[in-house]
């Protein structure tokens, strides 16, 4: 009798032969990129040396105008002949000559000049200074951006010097234009560095000005460490797509594909163990994944190596044997787990297209951790050694740039294994998995359409409604404002989106939405329960704030966008507090509920449409708090079976949190000492009661 | 045969069915409609917040660091940095070398250290030099050097000034004159300017995209999901057929092209916002109405190529995967502005207007800033429809033999070529036709 | 060996509807196949035939009842239930990228024949089953009867004792149906126990030493075909057959109910 092993290298080798018959795949996917990808960066390389090339040497004209003429004119031809004299070879000067055009303004408009230099009095530039200080000040208030005063100053030094100006008109949407800026800008100051320091000399200063309190950079950093720095932050990322793309190439096929062919029944029917199956294609994707990866790098190295592809200067790379045996401990569970949510999703996709339809999103969900090294000042000795791929990008950069502890590397390697083997065994529960495997059949409730499909459409619904969310809020929430929004959010997407889904899928309001009585003490149990609620969540978003720290401007300017001054208070009443509280309950505590009830555990239905509650609340840092209330709020309707209670806790929440603040009774995020305690206490006794007069929503999942 | 070869009712009819028929499937829809309006942007933006995020998280940093060695007399200096909300000063560890080392060890940003002035620079009574010590591999220590280094030349600016005064020199004499700079570009111009730049890139990847899922579709799904055959026993002739599918892929491409400008064009403003706000530029995304036509007539005229190049290969393929990997090539062409540059200077040029699909992409750009070259266009129009011409007759020349059309040819692209290509396989055509022995 | 080799008692399957509540596909079914018989489950589209057999075959898991085969049961044993079998259905194809000999010496070795024998055993099935003309060409280029004895060739790769075919001929031209009864008739004289489902009455008639009509996931009748005819009275199978169901209106009316779902 055959062991497990060799039934497990059988099936891998009949993958991987499979594979190495499909020329055609492996031409497309693999050979072509190898020539494909170094082209396109060569051919972008020699046009933007050309570009390069055709803007240091083409002739740059201006024009000079404006009162003090004659002098902006001497000054500018003195600087530029300086410039000419002393540039180096590594930047040289450009060729920058004098026009004598009639109307140089519009000469410059059309592009027959590159500059206007205007040579000003004091007093003529204070003028315009000012006019121009006023204009930008009314656009700003105008379009709504609020005044920021740390926009740049027009000049570039103090006001209380009478000198003459010279003032450089250019085009910003010309790349010439603003090159004959910038080379005119500094070669002027240049000029009047030099002079200056002439100056200080002949009244007998000692030395040179630029010797006064001189400074000395000392970078501690090694090229090594520099370039590891940089490598770190790119390598996670880089193997992932990699991985991605080659592993793809066989987990497309290995179960979706299978499953279209019919193959995976003839499969299934054999003696194989369901583990078996998933760790041999496992196992392939895992290996065609790393095999292209290598491909690419060594190719990316032959390159190098060939000097078609140039490293930036002082690129030093030293990677010791040990380093890269870390590395590649690092990089295998990335490897497995990168496979095995490929695998997965290969697992959970029906046909080979819809696993390409899937793709992208799973591609972005591995794709976006790999890039946590970017953000600075992150060390895995966090939270981020919890999170897959995020913390072997962290890790890589520590190891490259030689500041790593082993616990936490220990950690991560442990972290991303058991991520894998999760994804892995998820993968083996989709292979017996009825409606998934028996794919070719139509199955009733496809047929009928109506209640039965309801459950399996209502998060495809629910994706939709967001992105909706998503691009409206974007796109139209500057111009519409917050009761526009608020009003196309709750009362089209939300209350529509729910009535919609009702009518299409032919779905009873009354058990849909949760319109039954709930025990009279829930509406106790609500009056205590939300202000507790929002105490505590202000709690929870202050420890999210130590995990997901944010920009103290974003809150800010959220807090404006938020409580906009000329909103009268029945109107936030009305469209922050009870609004909310009847539509957005209708759509996620109504129709997502009653969707969702039969596919999780209660518990977990709670919290899973707390989750899709808070991203709908689209920014990151709302995400936590408005989560925390959803899933409070779904706690209330599975335990009272009415929608009632949660719309007046909704509302009553949003009032707490916005009316004191409108009438300044309460500034933003303080909380008094000795509130948040009462908080938990108010919460805790209002579930008790919820739990004691308790009247569960009907067809939850035992 | 009496039938004429294309009936435009069949082909209406046929149309009007195929599209339905797309629009109806959940995976087109996504494809050529809500991709475009949702997918681009919201890369975009989720881009754009990232950076604008990783931006905010190093200027939040408060730069720790140590100051040793600071001369009495300059105390002043200690007072200024201590001034800044971004720096926080730190006493420990006071000695130069191990604070170094714990800028080593991250746990400082950057170290100052005051030394005498070197032979030089000690002719000035009370002069010094500072060593910044910094780690330039991390980002905050970067930002901790700039910002005290910012501190140590306003400080100076200040002494030499007043060492100025005490030389007899005024203030005007010392400035002489400033340089201050303005940009002539309105709001719209530098809109048209990134419009220019973004939106002919993502359009015409956009209508290669909105072409890929329809084009195989339409040939090697239909042969998997084995309607072809129903297809092709219906009363309209074959060119109806073909024409009524290639018209309809090529409608869900532009379609996908041009929803995607408008989206892009409308999401812009508020994408580029979180990057704009503090600055003194300001933008405005309007696309002139002149430019309309120009983009609907370059979208269709990528449409028309993309979707008869793609459904070609696509052609040669049994199953929804295969054509996929047929089709991917052509895909790869949708690249091609991309690397020929992005210079707002750039403009539609004899050359370039040669180039297919690149033409098309710096003749709409050269609409959205207001450019209309039109014997340009004209070539470009030319060229683009030449392009079509020639992929349309291929089509026709591949599509007469009858094993290719009903799915029994199993050869590779090349053999195909090879074998039966007037231009090519002569020699090898040649060979098959002699009787075999 | 003495007792049956396939033994199923009150199996059930019931699939949740929510138009419906709860359909039963398989409803509390009993029957037995004694060693080297070929045992033919009758029974009309979606009568519940593919989802026993899918059971039988642990694909599916039985919501109710046991089943079990070689004294291996069904849920308990799946491992050791699908050793002993072997599984033919119009929807488990061949790996197209394959060749002939390859696939046969992947079932095979999946199915943990003794690795040292499975070259052997992959010659003599290629000879037994006429195959070895294309054996080394890829699955991808034969015609579908060559593709057929492949597929049957690869059934008993592993030389399983007992053997399940689900509507084997459904698809197949007149000359590929009677040569696949021939195969089922001579395995069953090589010694298998061979079940196997079918809605054409004719095939049963030929084949069958033992029939069980199946409707509506219920076993009406379960008999030889000279006990079913003495119990009916009638001599064709068809007559047989509509006369335990009841009548042709009955047979629509299961068939118009069973619409999708109930054919697993």
């Known amino acids: ?702 | 045969m009496t039938r004429p070869r294309l009936v435009p009712r069949d082909i209406a009819i046929l149309y009007v069915r195929e599209l339905r028929a797309a629009l109806r499937e959940r995976t087109m829809v996504m494809n050529s409609i809500l991709l475009p309006i949702v997918l681009y942007p919201f890369i975009l933006w989720v881009t754009i917040t990232g950076i604008s995020f990783v931006q905010g998280l190093t200027q939040g940093f408060v730069s720790r660091v140590v100051v040793t060695g600071l001369p009495p007399e300059h105390a002043e200096l200690r007072d200024t940095l201590d001034a800044l909300e971004s720096v926080e000063l730190r006493d420990e560890p006071a000695d130069a070398v191990e604070a170094v080392e714990a800028v080593r060890a991250r746990e400082l940003d950057a170290v100052l250290e005051f030394l005498p002035a070197d032979v030089a620079g000690s002719a000035l009574s009370g002069n010094f030099r500072v060593r910044v010590s910094f780690d330039r591999s991390e980002a905050r220590s970067r930002a901790a050097r700039e910002r005290v280094e910012a501190a140590i030349e306003r400080y100076r600016d200040r002494w030499l000034e007043w060492e100025a005064g005490g030389l007899g020199l005024t203030p005007e004499e010392l400035e002489q004159f400033r340089v201050a700079s303005r940009n002539v570009a309105s709001e719209r111009e530098m809109g048209a300017m990134l419009l220019g730049t973004i939106i002919p890139l993502f359009l015409v990847v956009m209508v290669a995209l909105g072409c890929f899922v329809p084009a195989v579709d339409a040939t090697a799904g239909e042969r998997e999901r084995r309607t072809w055959e129903t297809t092709l026993t219906l009363a309209a002739s074959r060119a109806s057929v073909v024409t009524a599918k290639y018209l309809h892929v090529a409608t869900l491409g532009a379609l996908a092209g041009i929803l995607n400008a408008v989206a892009v064009t409308v999401a812009l403003g508020p994408i580029f916002r979180p990057l704009m706000a503090g600055g003194s530029e300001a933008f405005e995304f309007r696309i002139p109405v002149s430019a309309v036509p120009i983009m609907v007539l370059g979208s269709a005229l990528l449409a028309l190529f993309f979707a008869a190049a793609m459904m070609i290969l696509a052609a040669f393929a049994r199953t929804f995967k295969e054509g996929q990997s047929m089709v991917t090539p052509v895909y790869w062409l949708a690249i091609i502005p991309i690397v020929l540059g992005e210079s707002p200077d750039n403009r539609l040029t004899a050359g370039i207007a040669l180039v297919p699909v690149a033409n098309v992409a710096m003749m709409i750009r050269d609409a959205i800033v207001g450019r209309f070259a039109w014997p340009l266009i004209g070539l470009t129009l030319l060229v683009g429809l030449g392009l079509v011409a020639v992929c349309l007759w291929s089509a026709r020349w591949v599509l007469q033999f009858e094993d290719l059309l009903l799915g029994s040819y199993d050869g590779s692209f090349w053999k195909f070529l090879r074998d039966r290509s007037p231009v090519v396989g002569r020699r090898s055509r040649q060979a098959l036709g002699r009787p075999a022995a | ?264």
């Open chain 1, 1 to 702: 009798m055959a062991g497990g092993r060799e039934v497990l290298w059988t099936l891998f080798r009949c993958e991987i032969r499979m594979l190495l018959r499909d020329k055609r795949t492996i031409f497309i996917g693999v050979i072509l990129p190898l020539f494909l990808f170094p082209a396109i960066i060569l051919v972008t390389r020699a046009v933007e040396e050309r570009e390069r090339v055709s803007l240091e040497s083409a002739t740059y004209y201006y024009a000079v105008t404006g009162t003090q003429r004659d002098l902006a004119g001497t000054l500018v031809r003195d600087a530029l002949t300086r410039r000419a004299a002393t540039a180096d070879t590594s930047q040289p000067a450009l060729h920058i000559e004098e026009s004598q055009v009639a109307e140089p303004d519009s000469a410059l408009r059309t592009g027959g000049i590159h500059l206007v230099v205007e040579g000003m009095a004091p007093d003529e530039w204070r003028t315009v200074r000012d006019e121009e200080e006023r204009a930008r000040r009314e656009r700003a208030v105008t379009s709504g951006r609020g005044d920021d005063s740390e926009a740049a100053p027009a000049a570039d030094e103090a006001d209380d010097v009478e000198v003459p100006v010279l003032r450089l008109h250019y085009r910003d949407n010309s790349q010439r234009s603003g090159a004959a800026m910038r080379e005119v800008r500094d070669a002027l100051r240049d000029l009047r560095g030099e002079q200056r320091e002439r100056l200080f000399r002949e009244r007998g200063f000692p030395l040179d000005p630029a010797d006064v309190a001189a400074l000395e950079a000392n970078n501690l950093a090694t090229r090594e460490e520099e370039a590891g720095a940089l490598i770190g932050i790119l390598l996670a990322p880089l193997i992932v797509m990699m991985m991605l793309t080659g592993g793809s190439i066989v987990a497309a096929d290995a179960i979706a594909g299978e499953k279209e062919r019919g193959t995976l029944e003839t499969l299934l029917t054999t003696a194989a163990r369901r583990w078996e199956v998933v760790w041999a294609k496992q196992l392939s994707v895992v290996a065609v994944g790393v095999v292209v990866t290598l491909i690419n790098m060594l190719n990316l190295l032959v390159y190098v190596m060939l000097g078609v592809f140039e490293l930036p200067e002082d690129f030093a790379v030293s990677v010791t044997p040990a380093t890269l045996v870390v590395l590649l401990l690092l990089y295998l569970p990335l490897a497995l787990l990168v496979s095995s949510a490929q695998l997965l999703l290969s697992g959970v996709s029906k046909t080979y297209k819809e696993y390409q339809f899937n793709f992208f999103p799973v591609f972005l969900l591995l794709l976006i951790p790999a890039f946590a090294a970017v953000l600075p000042g992150i060390e895995l000795r966090s939270a981020v050694v919890l999170v897959p791929v995020a913390n072997v990008a962290v890790a890589s950069r520590e190891v490259l740039t030689g500041e790593f502890h082993w616990l936490a590397l220990g950690a991560a390697f442990f972290v991303n294994v058991m991520a894998s083997a999760y994804a892995a065994r998820l993968t083996v529960g989709t292979l017996s998995t009825e409606r998934l495997i028996t794919a070719a059949e139509l199955d009733r409730a496809e047929l009928l359409g109506g209640p039965a499909l309801f459950p399996r459409r209502v998060l495809t619904w629910f994706g939709v409604l967001w992105a909706l969310l998503l691009v409206t809020s974007l796109w139209f929430g500057e111009h519409v404002g917050i009761r526009g929004q608020v009003t196309f959010n709750l009362g089209v997407l939300f209350f529509g989106g729910a009535l919609l889904m009702m009518r299409r899928y032919r779905l009873d309001p009354r058990s849909t939405l949760a319109l039954r009585a709930p025990p009279a003490a829930a509406w106790l149990a609500v009056l205590v329960g939300a202000p507790s609620g929002l105490v505590t969540g202000v709690g929870v978003a202050r420890l999210a704030q130590l995990v997901f720290p944010v920009p103290e401007e974003v809150v800010e300017s959220f807090g404006q966008y938020l409580l906009p001054d000329e909103l009268p208070l029945w109107q936030i009443v009305f469209f922050l507090c009870v609004l909310p509280g009847i539509c957005e309950e209708i759509a996620f505590r109504g129709v997502l509920l009653h969707g969702l009830r039969r596919r999780f555990h209660p518990v977990v239905l709670c919290l899973v449409v707390g989750a899709i509650f808070g991203f709908f609340h689209v920014s990151l840092f709302r995400l936590i708090p408005t989560a925390y209330v959803g899933v409070l709020l779904s706690a209330v309707v599975v335990l009272t079976g009415s929608i009632f209670p949660a719309m007046l806790w909704h509302a009553l929440n949003n009032a707490t949190a916005l009316v004191p603040a409108r009438l300044g009774l309460w500034e933003g995020e303080q909380l008094p000492e000795g509130v948040l305690p009462l908080g938990i206490a108010g919460l805790a006794v209002s579930f008790w009661i919820l739990w004691r007069t308790r009247r569960l929503y009907p067809g939850l999942r035992e």
């Open chain 3, 1 to 264: 060996m003495t007792g049956p080799t396939i033994s199923v008692r009150a199996l059930s399957k019931s699939f949740y509807d929510e138009f419906r509540g709860e359909v039963r596909a398989v409803d509390g079914i009993d029957f037995a196949c004694l060693p080297g018989q070929i045992f033919g489950l009758l029974g009309a589209n979606g009568a519940g035939k593919t989802t026993t057999l899918r059971m039988l075959a642990t694909i599916l898991k039985p919501t109710s009842g046991e089943a079990s085969l070689l004294g291996h049961d069904v849920v308990a044993d799946p491992e050791a239930v699908r050793r002993n079998l072997g599984f033919y259905s119009a929807s488990t194809a061949l790996y197209p990228r394959l060749t002939a000999r390859e696939t046969l010496e992947f079932f095979a070795r999946v199915n943990r024949y003794p690795g040292e024998r499975v070259t052997e055993r992959v010659d003599y099935l290629v000879e037994r089953f006429g195959i070895a003309e294309y054996a080394d060409a890829r699955v991808d280029k034969l015609s579908s009867g060559m593709k057929q004895k492949v597929s049957i060739a690869r059934t008993v790769a592993h030389d399983p004792p007992v053997l399940i075919f689900d509507e084997p001929t459904v698809g197949l031209d007149v000359l590929n149906a009677l040569e696949m009864q021939d195969v089922i008739r001579h395995l069953r004289d090589d010694g298998k126990t061979i079940l196997f489902s079918t809605h054409i009455m004719s095939e049963a008639e030929k084949l069958c030493d033992h029939i069980a009509i199946i409707h509506r996931g219920k076993i009406l009748a379960s008999n030889t075909l000279d006990g079913m005819r003495r119990d009916t009275g009638k001599h064709y199978l068809e007559d047989i057959f509509v006369a335990y169901v009841g009548g042709r209106k009955e047979i629509e009316a299961a068939e118009r109910a069973a619409l999708g779902a109930q054919e697993r």
